[in-house]
């Protein structure tokens, strides 16, 4: 699981937007399992890549209808839905704890249960790559715990490669494996959560003084803020 953190601005969310190919990189190519994404239709990079944006527009559909849509690049326009696509999507709400709210009208639904019911879509799609922008904004405290805890599970228990953007150096630091930091567009170091969440490194890109603790509690780094830069 990768963390991706830095500045607003630094090009976190277009990073996701290149893998996913809704933006062309102007140089480079993005690659899973040898293939060039940029070689494939929209339906192709579908079944490989599921995505969790930060903001989804509601519409007056029930929760199954909404992760039913996560099989769209799976069903064939002529024969329609099949049982199989039915199961998978009952075990894609059942995997994320959604299977009591499948007859719930979407727009009705709190902040941690709709997140619960997009990352359920996006299993749907049966990806080998996740990704989600953001996927605490605007939630509270525990449901964004809530969140986390669902995605580091799913990641395990799925074998994904999961690709997280957040703002939040602690929530980063807790559940993901390496971090890579960005700035100014560009990649300012990766690696592992000790390597690149160091005050040295924070200071020089978010221009902030801190301190780096290890939480035995949690066993992960915390980041205390101190003072602005200058």
């Known amino acids: 699981m990768l963390g991706v953190i830095g500045p607003n601005g630094s090009g976190k969310t277009t990073l996701l937007r290149c893998i996913n190919q809704t933006l062309k990189p102007k140089t ?47 069903i064939d326009a002529l024969s329609g ?22 007859e719930r009208a979407i727009d009705e639904l709190s902040g941690g249960e709709l997140q619960r019911v997009i990352i359920a879509r996006a299993l749907a799609q049966e990806p080998e790559v996740l990704l989600l ?18 995605v580091k599970r799913i990641t395990k228990e799925k074998g994904l490669i999961t690709v997280l953007v957040s703002h ?16 100014a567009g560009r990649v300012h170091s990766v690696g592992e959560v000790r ?11 978010f221009h902030v ?3 780096v603790i290890y939480n035995e509690r949690t066993q992960s780094y915390n980041v205390i803020l101190v003072s602005p830069v200058g």
């Open 133 to 150: 922008d953001e996927p605490t904004l605007h939630l509270d405290v525990n449901h964004q715990l809530e969140v986390l805890e669902l």
């Open 81 to 102: 839905e099949s049982p199989h696509d039915f199961d998978i999507v009952k075990n894609a709400m059942a995997m994320t704890g959604t299977l009591h709210l499948c």
């Open 209 to 211: 003084e801190v301190d």
């Open 28 to 74: 480079g190519t993005v690659l899973i399992d040898g293939q060039e994404l940029s070689r494939l239709d929209r339906t192709e990079i579908a079944k490989k890549i599921g995505v969790v944006p930060q903001r989804f527009t509601t519409f007056p559909f029930t929760v199954f209808d909404v992760v039913l849509m996560g099989r769209f690049p799976h």
């Open 168 to 183: 939040d150096l602690n929530l980063a630091a807790r559940y993901c494996d390496r971090l890579l930091l960005l700035s």
């Open 195 to 205: 390597e690149v969440l160091t005050p040295e490194k924070i200071r020089e890109v």
